[in-house]
């Protein structure tokens, strides 16, 4: 089961976490291919957070073309950065990695 909100994007205004759809996308095909690897593909998804309107609808959307394998372009974004820089990706997959490392061994499964 996973959470997939839309609160981590750059223009909610609660979270303050800077991340936009392109890293929902990223954490969802992760989860996607996880489910794909350890569980024959089951994959439950819960919707939480997400206080900007056009936020969490682009991150609906994000999660859902991945699940349904449809293609979707988040609309144009104006983060309060140039793009994502690679010190943002190298956290995510740090967190991405730390979960499996983390998680996945308390229910039997390989890393």
Not at 29 to 57: I, K, T
Not at 69 to 91: C, L, M, N, V
Request: charged share 15%; proline share 6%; glycine share 10%.
């Amino acid at each position: 089961v996973a959470q997939l909100g839309a609160d981590t994007h750059y223009t909610d205004p609660l979270t303050h976490m800077n991340l936009t759809t392109g890293t929902i996308q990223y954490v969802t095909e992760s989860m996607h291919r996880f489910a794909h690897q350890y569980s024959e593909g089951r994959l439950g998804v819960l919707s939480g957070g997400g206080y900007h309107p056009r936020a969490l609808g682009s991150g609906a959307c994000a999660v859902l073309s991945i699940l349904t394998g449809s293609e979707y372009a988040a609309p144009p974004q104006s983060p309060p950065f140039d793009h994502d820089d690679e010190e943002t990706w190298r956290i995510v997959r740090e967190n991405v990695s730390a979960l499996k490392r983390l998680v996945f061994p308390m229910h039997g499964l390989d890393t």
